[in-house]
Antibody, heavy 125, light 112 residues
Framework: EVQLVESGGGLVKPGGSLRLSCAASGFSLTTYSMNWVRQAPGKGLEWVSS????????YHADSVKGRFTISRDNAKNSLSLQMNSLRVDDTALYFC??????????????????WGQGTLVTVSS | QSVLTQPPSVSGAPGQRVTIACTGSSSNIGADHDVHWYQQLPGTAPKLIIYANNNRPSGVPDRFSGSKSGTSASLAVTGLQAEDEAEYYCQSYDNSLSGNVVFGGGTKLTVL
C-alpha cells in the first residue's frame, strides 16, 4: 500500500528556516517523480517543487526559487524540502505528492496519484 | 489568481446532476494538455478522481466523469450524494510557466 507521511512543520519567524520530510512506503522514490504542493489557509493548491525520478533533477516554482530546495534520500526512501528565508506568505499546509508523467499526442502530461496528509507551516512574528 | 478558472461554488439536490467547469488557455488545456480532477473533503488531502480527461482511478464511483474540449474541461457528478460535498480542483500542464503544473482555484460543491 502506498503511503506518504509528512513531518517537520511548525511555527517559524519571518526569515527563518524549516526542513520538511516525507516518508514514503509501498514504492521506491527512485522510480517516481515526487513533489511538494502547498495550500494556504482557505486557498487553493499551488505546486511548489519537484524532483524527477532517475537523475534527480529538481524544479521550483518562481515564488520559492532560490529559497527552497527539494531533495530525496534514496536509502531512507524519503523526500525533503529545505525552506530558507521564509515569508509570511509561505504559511500553508504542505503536501508531499507522487506524480505520474506520460507522453501522449506529442505532449507531456502529469497528474498526482497519491498525496500525504500534509504538514502545517506557519510563518509569523 | 489561478491559471485555470473554476466557479467558486456549485450546488445540487441529492440525486441531481451537476457540472464543474475548468477554463484554461492556449498554453495549457488549449495546447492539448490533459486535465485531471481532485476531490478534497474537509480537513483531508486531495484525492485523484479523474485523470487524463475522462479516466477514473480504481475505486472512484462511475457517477464521476470528465470531458475536455478546446480550452475547457468539465467534471460531471450524477446521482449526487451527501458524501460528494467537497472542494474540487482541476489541474493541467502549461507550456509557458516555470514548473508547468497549474491548478484551478477550486469549486465548492454543496449538496442541498
Amino acid at each position: 500500500e502506498v503511503q506518504l507521511v509528512e513531518s517537520g512543520g511548525g511555527l517559524v519567524k519571518p526569515g527563518g528556516s524549516l526542513r520538511l520530510s516525507c516518508a514514503a512506503s509501498g514504492f521506491s522514490l527512485t522510480t517516481y517523480s515526487m513533489n511538494w504542493v502547498r495550500q494556504a489557509p482557505g486557498k487553493g493548491l499551488e505546486w511548489v517543487s519537484s524532483v524527477s525520478s532517475g537523475d534527480g533533477f529538481s524544479y521550483h516554482a518562481d515564488s520559492v526559487k532560490g529559497r527552497f530546495t527539494i531533495s530525496r534520500d534514496n536509502a531512507k526512501n524519503s523526500l525533503s524540502l529545505q525552506m530558507n528565508s521564509l515569508r509570511v506568505d509561505d504559511t500553508a499546509l504542505y503536501f508531499c505528492a507522487r506524480d505520474i508523467g506520460y507522453d501522449s499526442r506529442a505532449n507531456y502530461h502529469l497528474y498526482f496519484d497519491f498525496w500525504g496528509q500534509g504538514t502545517l507551516v506557519t510563518v509569523s512574528s | 489568481q489561478s491559471v485555470l478558472t473554476q466557479p467558486p461554488s456549485v450546488s445540487g439536490a441529492p440525486g441531481q446532476r451537476v457540472t464543474i467547469a475548468c477554463t484554461g488557455s492556449s498554453s495549457n488545456i488549449g495546447a492539448d494538455h490533459d486535465v485531471h480532477w481532485y476531490q478534497q473533503l474537509p480537513g483531508t488531502a486531495p484525492k485523484l478522481i479523474i485523470y487524463a480527461n475522462n479516466n477514473r482511478p480504481s475505486g472512484v464511483p462511475d457517477r464521476f466523469s470528465g470531458s475536455k474540449s478546446g480550452t475547457s474541461a468539465s467534471l460531471a457528478v450524477t446521482g449526487l450524494q451527501a458524501e460528494d460535498e467537497a472542494e474540487y480542483y482541476c489541474q493541467s500542464y502549461d507550456n509557458s510557466l516555470s514548473g508547468n503544473v497549474v491548478f484551478g482555484g477550486g469549486t465548492k460543491l454543496t449538496v442541498l
